[in-house]
Nanobody, 118 residues
Framework: HVQLVESGGSSVQAGGSLRLSCAAS????????MGWFRQGAGKQLEWVSS??????TSYADSVKGRFTISKANPRMYLMQMNSLKREDTAMYYC??????????????WGQGTQVTVS
């Protein structure tokens, strides 16, 4: 089974930084791609970033240059968020794919961690 647990969400002033963590079960050794998504209140789910097994990363235009996704170890993925803006306020989820980094392939999700930027 696959288990993902996010942490690191908090309240921060605009311009500040946060680092989100995604802790994974042993099943993470088999994934092809790990991604971060977010959903603000009353808004649709939005893809934010992803990292593939070869280390390739991709980012939504809204966070390019500010957010960085990385793999700390086989069971820990991180997303550093700098220069936070109020529009970054959302529930952030990590998700895993066993196929590719295509959005439709993310089938395993964590519970989410709240980020609030004032």
């Amino acid at each position: 089974h696959v288990q993902l647990v996010e942490s690191g969400g908090s309240s921060v002033q605009a311009g500040g930084s946060l680092r989100l963590s995604c802790a994974a079960s042993r099943d993470i050794y088999s994934i092809q791609c790990m991604g971060w998504f977010r959903q603000g209140a009353g808004k649709q789910l939005e893809w934010v970033s992803s990292i593939s097994t070869d280390g390739s990363t991709s980012y939504a235009d809204s966070v390019k240059g500010r957010f960085t996704i990385s793999k700390a170890n086989p069971r820990m993925y991180l997303m550093q968020m700098n220069s936070l803006k109020r529009e970054d306020t959302a529930m952030y989820y990590c998700a895993a794919s066993f196929r590719s980094c295509q959005i439709s392939d993310f089938g395993f999700w964590g519970q989410g961690t709240q980020v609030t930027v004032s």
